[in-house]
């Protein structure tokens, strides 16, 4: 065998070890973004599992809000109709029947929608 033969090995046995040595540090490298990639995959389905009730509880959250509203707005304009006072004419109805609801009534606790409520 010749020098330049044995060169010509020597550079294509380099060549390989490069390549594998390259290759082996991306797979290492993919095996570690796949389990970082996991482990995000199973935190954002917790998170997501945890806020799905959410939106119920908003809509709650915002009637409430409404009727606290209307009702500062029946405060302010004290002496009206509920009719003339809310938009919402559920609102009207429900503020109609807290009014129809009598002093003794509310001192004892008993609340319209209550077990125990007698409409007189």
Not at 35 to 63: D, E, H, M, S
Request: glycine share 8%; aromatic share 6%.
């Amino acid at each position: 065998m010749s020098a330049a033969s044995i060169v010509m090995i020597g550079a294509i046995l380099i060549v390989c070890l490069v390549i594998a040595f390259y290759l082996i540090a991306v797979a290492y490298t993919l095996r570690r973004v796949s389990f970082n990639v996991g482990t995000v995959l199973v935190g954002v389905r917790a998170i997501c599992a945890q806020v799905r009730p959410v939106p119920k509880y908003v809509g709650i959250i915002l009637n409430d809000v409404m009727a606290i509203d209307q009702a500062a707005h029946q405060l302010l304009a004290w002496g009206g109709e509920p009719e003339d006072m809310v938009v919402d004419p559920r609102i009207a109805r429900m503020t109609l029947t807290l009014q129809d609801v009598d002093d003794e009534d509310e001192m004892a606790g008993v609340q319209p929608g209550a077990a125990n409520f007698q409409q007189g």
